[in-house]
């Protein structure tokens, strides 16, 4: 083996064995001057070594790490060295993501002579990680499962023509994102995307909103006013919780859908309306079909497409996709620095059944970064409703199974149940007893309930009086 003499050592020049180095390399002085950098610091940068010699590494790196973490002075304050990825932008303006590995340079006694960086162009990486990526995402939504792949195929499909869509799905699926996804994806998108939740207002007020009203139509009307579909215009109309609309406005609709024709509430003239109607619901309306409580005709209307969204625990895998997902969301939102979930953190997350579906793990999440103080999630970061051994035994349950549990254990049996202790809840006593909790947890704040058990306010308002909790 060839061994270097002293005198060999001596004549190495810096520059010459430097320039062997594949990645870029920058040599500072203690005041983070630029004292030696190689060949491909030079083309990374644009600059050659002559002209960067004596400048502050600032001007000449120009990294978005300079100003608030620097590196190099975290090399000479925590005596270690320190790897980071960033970015650094060149003299052609060009923006390049790099990996930073830094540390201290010193002589044989251990005097400091200077610090060594070494940039490491990851384009490439961060390229194929888009690549990766991109086959899991769809607009704002993410999902790696063969039910979601399939919807993210025919999405793109069924938005280019005018047949009407029935979004069906739990309640936290994500049936608003997939509308406002077919909209934009339309030959409509220029028009205007109105969303109207059947299930929030009158009866007589959402008349007067869907489809206009005249000047002395009822007491208050004092002058004409258009409604949601007139305002779509060559545009889309969202009807969320189209379950909820009541028998009379069925009628309207069904006779809009037919004729692309709206007359207004105390009028007589008809009006042309170009519009695409998208409807969504988490009930049964074939059930409701049967029970009279829902307009045959207008279900089949409305069932020309219909996309059923998976309830999240049926999407393999995707749950540990979107606990990323979202986490990466909001370490940007409140600029921390989580690095990702503890495996204990992640077992509790992967046994939970999220009724609330992606709605609730986006809030688990989103309370999980806001408290967590460390590099990583941990199990007590999380809500304290899903570290509940009881509650999380019976919640990790799928809904059929506590309905073929509730016609053994029968109900009433709310108040034997309790007794009994929770494994003898059906799912019906297990959602009022969930929605106390949460209103008891939040003193009365219904806004901050819903947040708690992942649901949209209306959801709560609508299951509140379902139980008869209001």
């Known amino acids: 083996m060839m061994k270097i003499s002293q005198q060999n050592r001596e004549d190495l020049d810096v520059n010459e064995v430097i ?34 010699v004596g400048i502050p590494c600032r001007h000449i790196v120009r990294s978005n790490l300079c100003l608030r973490d620097c590196p190099a002075r975290e090399v000479l304050r925590e005596e270690r060295a320190v790897r980071r990825q960033g970015n650094v932008i060149n003299c052609s303006r060009q923006k390049i993501p790099v990996a930073f590995h830094v540390d ?57 023509t005018d047949s009407s869509v029935l979004i069906t799905g739990e309640t936290g699926t994500g049936k608003d994102r997939v509308a406002e996804i077919i909209h934009r994806l339309s030959p409509r998108t220029q028009g205007a995307f109105v969303k109207i939740n059947c299930g929030a207002l009158p009866e007589s007020l959402l008349e007067s909103e869907l489809f206009g009203h005249t000047r002395g139509a009822f007491t208050g009307a004092v002058r004409d006013k258009p409604g949601r579909f007139q305002l779509a215009n060559n545009g889309s109309v969202y009807l969320t919780e189209i379950g909820d609309l009541p028998l009379p406005l069925q009628v309207k609709l069904l006779t809009f859908l037919d004729d692309k024709e709206i007359i207004p509430l105390g009028g007589t003239k008809t009006i042309k309306a170009d519009v695409r109607l998208i409807a969504a619901t988490h009930r049964d309306l074939h059930a409701m079909v049967q029970k009279g409580a829902f307009r045959e005709d207008l279900f089949y209307r409305l069932n020309v497409v219909r996309l059923e969204l998976p309830p999240l625990r049926e999407r393999d895998g995707d749950i540990r996709l979107l606990m990323e997902h979202f ?12 690095k990702g979930f503890s495996r204990k953190a992640i077992e509790v997350l992967s046994r939970y059944p999220y009724p609330g579906n992606v709605r609730e793990l986006k ?25 509940n051994s009881a509650l999380r035994e019976v919640v990790a349950m799928k809904p059929a199974d506590l309905i073929t549990r509730s016609s053994v254990v029968a109900p009433p049996a709310e108040q034997t149940a309790v007794q009994a202790g929770v494994g003898a809840l059906d799912w019906r006593s297990m959602e009022r007893r969930l929605i106390m909790e949460a209103l008891s947890q939040t003193s009365g704040n219904r806004t ?23």
Request: aromatic fraction near 6%; charge should be positive; charged fraction near 25%.
């Open 448 to 470: 901050k309930a819903a947040k708690l058990l992942g649901w949209g306010r209306s959801t709560l308002w609508r299951k509140m009086k379902q139980h008869k909790l209001i």
């Open 19 to 52: 320039d062997t180095i594949p990645v870029a390399v920058v040599i500072l002085d203690a005041d983070f001057c630029v004292q030696v950098m190689n060949r491909t610091a030079e083309a990374m940068l644009g600059i050659s070594r002559q002209q960067a």
């Open 327 to 338: 986490l990466n969301q909001f370490n940007q939102l409140f600029q921390k620095k989580i």
């Open 104 to 160: 201290v340079l010193r002589d044989s006694k251990g005097r400091l002579l200077g610090i060594v960086e070494t940039l490491e162009d990851i384009s490439l990486v961060e390229e194929l990680d888009k690549k990766i990526h991109a086959r899991h995402e769809f607009g704002d939504m993410v999902g790696l499962s063969p039910k979601m792949q399939k919807l993210f195929d025919i999405l793109p499909i069924i938005s280019q």
């Open 363 to 387: 809030n688990i999440v989103e309370y999980a970064a806001n408290v967590c103080r460390e590099s990583s999630i941990q199990p007590e970061h999380l809500p304290d409703y899903l570290k």
